[in-house]
């Protein structure tokens, strides 16, 4: 289970810069927060079929051959976004 853990966070630190100014800009232009969590949910869908197109290149072989599938890096990542989502929109609240 750590070793999984540790493969999100891995797998996830290269959209981590992204995903916060994407929440930040979600928050800044007061978007309800069930449409920014669709907005989300939205983004990892269009990912998914990206990566479906591609059935040829695959660059999760490193992630799934340490028995981390691909679905759960992408469900793990949109776990993570969430998170992320609800504690900036809670800050703004806190702030504003």
């Known amino acids: 289970m750590r070793l ?3 493969l999100l966070w891995i797998f996830y630190r290269k959209f981590f ?3 916060l100014m994407i929440n930040v800009a979600l ?3 007061s978007l309800p927060l069930a449409a920014a969590i669709l907005f989300k949910f939205l983004l ?3 990912i998914l079929m990206q990566g479906k197109l591609k059935k040829n ?3 999760l072989v490193f992630y799934q051959n340490l028995g981390v599938s691909s679905i759960q890096l992408l469900l793990g990542s949109f776990v993570l976004e969430l998170l992320g989502l609800v ?3 809670k800050l703004t609240e806190v702030i504003l």
């Open 4 to 6: 999984k853990l540790e």
């Open 17 to 19: 810069l992204a995903g």
């Open 27 to 29: 928050a800044f232009f």
């Open 44 to 46: 990892v869908v269009i």
């Open 57 to 59: 290149f695959s660059p």
């Open 87 to 89: 504690f900036i929109y």
